[in-house]
């Protein structure tokens, strides 16, 4: 049976030997990475930074909201706006495959002039096993290259540093319950953000659109149901297609928004949760009404396998 204690000491007394210097971490401020900034903040104290960068692909007020969380953690943090890098970045990209490798090398980029900044010669990462599995490698096939594993370049000059590399999602909950950290309830968000929640090519009016959506799908999940009877992942992804519909006694030509809703224990495999009717009828009325250029909602109802919980 995995224990937390036993997991958090050891790994404190490993990172004290290891890290002899500064180090940086990418902190989304979700569970993975905050539980990683706590365990490396518990062996090196004010030698760490905890960087959250803005890639203008994250969820409505989530800079805010993070920053929130630093500061009750007591992190020593530093906030970084590089949504215009990122989003320049992706400019006429289309494949999920270049979108996360792109992705994954602009990290390093912001990173490393951190850690110049810094005299830092570590980075941090809460990568968990299901990432660098996925990502591929030796006989394994590559489903997705997560953003902080197979999106690395080959010519990083920091030193990777990544204590929860061999746990589950599961596993990493029970430290953060352990470790008394508020983030133990926030459901997983992908490392790129709702850049793989927009099928296809990127635009400003499509991040948006999704950022709304995707906030209407968590507040009315949130409400409906309590941490416990929640499905474990629950989103919203905007389509490259548009389709006619009626708003009032007008034609309208505009997106579909598909709402994705899972069960799962460690992200691995996963079954399509099955929300309340009433739930989906509210997601989907306000989704239609409150955000512009929205005209059909559809629900996605594929387990994992075959499919993967996010569709990019």
């Avoid at 970045?89 to 979108?99: F, G, H, M, R, T």
């Avoid at 996925?134 to 999106?151: A, F, P, Y």
């Avoid at 953000?193 to 999940?221: M, P, Q, T, Y």
Wanted: with cysteine.
């Amino acid at each position: 049976m995995f224990d937390p204690e036993r997991f958090v000491n050891e790994k404190v007394e490993e990172i004290k030997n290891t890290v002899k210097g500064k180090a940086i971490i990418a902190c989304s401020g979700g569970v993975d990475s905050t539980v990683a900034a706590k365990i490396v903040e518990m062996a090196i104290h004010d030698r760490l930074l905890v960087v959250f960068v803005d890639t203008g692909f994250m969820r409505k007020n989530e800079a805010k909201e993070v920053e929130e969380v630093f500061k009750r953690a007591g992190f020593n943090y530093v906030i970084v706006d590089a949504s215009r890098e990122f989003i320049e970045s992706l400019k006429n990209v289309s494949d999920p495959e270049n979108k996360r490798k792109i992705i994954g090398a602009k990290f390093i980029e912001v990173f490393e002039k951190i850690a110049r900044d810094f005299n830092a010669d570590y980075l941090v990462q809460g990568t968990i096993a299901p990432d660098w599995i996925e990502s591929g490698g030796g006989l394994r096939d590559t489903i997705k290259s997560h953003h902080n594993v197979g999106g690395l370049p080959e010519n990083m000059s920091l030193e990777l540093v990544e204590p929860l590399r061999d746990l589950y999602k599961d596993e990493v909950r029970n430290i953060a319950k352990y470790l008394g950290l508020e983030v133990m309830e926030r459901q997983p968000f992908p490392g790129p953000g709702l850049a793989i929640r927009i099928i296809g090519e990127i635009s400003e009016e499509k991040i948006e659109i999704v950022r709304e959506a995707n906030a209407i799908v968590e507040e009315e999940v949130e409400n409906y149901y309590d941490f416990e009877s929640r499905p474990w992942q629950y989103f919203a992804v905007i389509l490259p297609v548009r389709s006619v519909g009626v708003h009032g006694d007008k034609r309208a030509y505009g997106y579909t928004i598909a709402i994705r809703m899972v069960e799962s224990l460690d992200g691995m495999t996963a079954a399509y949760f099955r929300p309340d009717y009433a739930l989906l009828d509210r997601i989907a009325n306000r989704i239609t009404t409150e955000v512009k250029n929205v005209n059909r909602v559809v629900y996605d109802i594929t387990n994992k396998p075959p499919g993967t919980i996010e569709w990019e």
